[in-house]
């Protein structure tokens, strides 16, 4: 078996910290669910074997068990184990995708949105006047689902609100439910695995870079970091309207490609910690960083 802690030790410093850092929000999480280590180290194990598998092939070779275990150093009885069993993933809650497809069309096709841009609330059913309603909303997506379902399933997800005209009115313009433990941990996988993936492929100087900056302060009061958790919502959110409009103009065009292989995924975030001593290592950071 390989000799896995001298290869540790040879690991860039700049490379254990960042991972450290990275490890400890989710570590945290973990935690909150009563998770152990030795529960995560056995994910962990199998994540090294698939990755291994999958991504560091040999071309025009088979990849054996000896050398993933050359490369993980994961027992190579732990690795056979692993590369016979069935990768069973738990399929996102059925809610994830149709309602995906609906936010992104109420805001930004122009039957329901408002003179400002905005989405518009919207009847149950076809206005008397003619605007469209949120059947009508359903239906341009899937006439397989009831509008009544997806409505009693946005209400529990307190996605929509009903207004006092009886209206369904969007609570969550971009579609994160604010219940529905099932539907964040979905998000929860899907963005930071996306983001951690960008950042990889920066870090090991993949060319084009893609795009991955943030803007860091310290040393603000709470009322000014209220100021700027404003600011970013509503131009974190003017920017996503912008991209999911563009893109669905673009899927549109693409529909018939043999090419149309490939998706994409753009996101904001804000943080705000009054416990720096969370992570000692934030405290050696800059002032002020645009990165």
């Given amino acids: 078996m390989p000799n896995t802690e001298s290869k540790s ?4 410093p700049a490379l254990v910290s960042a991972v450290k850092r990275v490890l400890r929000p989710l570590v945290g999480l973990l935690l909150d669910h009563k998770l152990t280590y030795t529960w995560l180290s056995g994910i962990l194990k199998s994540i090294f074997v698939e990755v291994a598998e999958q991504e560091f092939r040999l071309r025009g070779k088979n990849q054996t068990d000896s050398r993933i275990t050359l490369l993980t150093g994961v027992h190579r009885k732990d690795v056979r184990r692993l590369r016979r069993e069935p990768t069973v993933d738990e399929p996102p809650p059925a809610s994830i995708y149709l309602g995906a497809q609906l936010v992104a069309l109420w805001i930004s096709d122009d039957r329901f949105l408002d003179r400002a841009g905005n989405p518009r609330p919207l009847p149950r ?3 008397g006047d003619g605007g469209p309603g949120f059947e009508d909303l359903v239906s341009s997506v899937s006439r397989d689902i009831r509008p009544r379902a997806v409505l009693d399933e946005w209400l529990r997800l307190e996605a929509v609100a009903i207004d006092d005209q009886d209206r369904v009115c969007l609570q969550e313009e971009a579609f994160v439910p604010s219940k529905g433990f099932d539907e964040k941990a979905y998000y929860f996988g899907r963005n930071l ?12 100087g993949g060319t084009p870079p893609f795009l991955e900056r943030s803007v860091y302060y310290d040393d603000l009061s709470p009322d000014s970091v209220k100021i700027l958790a404003a600011l970013s919502e509503k131009e974190g959110m003017k920017a996503l309207k912008t991209l999911n409009k563009r893109a669905r103009q673009l899927q549109h065009r ?14 904001v975030y804000f943080f705000d910690s009054q416990e720096l001593q969370e992570d000692p290592e934030l405290e050696q950071a800059p002032n002020a960083k645009d990165t």
């Fill in 125 to 127: 059913r076809r206005h």
């Fill in 9 to 12: 030790q040879r690991a860039p």
């Fill in 254 to 267: 693409d529909r018939q490609s043999p090419h149309a292989q490939h998706r994409m995924n753009f996101g």
């Fill in 193 to 204: 695995h996306d983001h951690m993936a960008a950042a990889r492929h920066n870090v090991q």
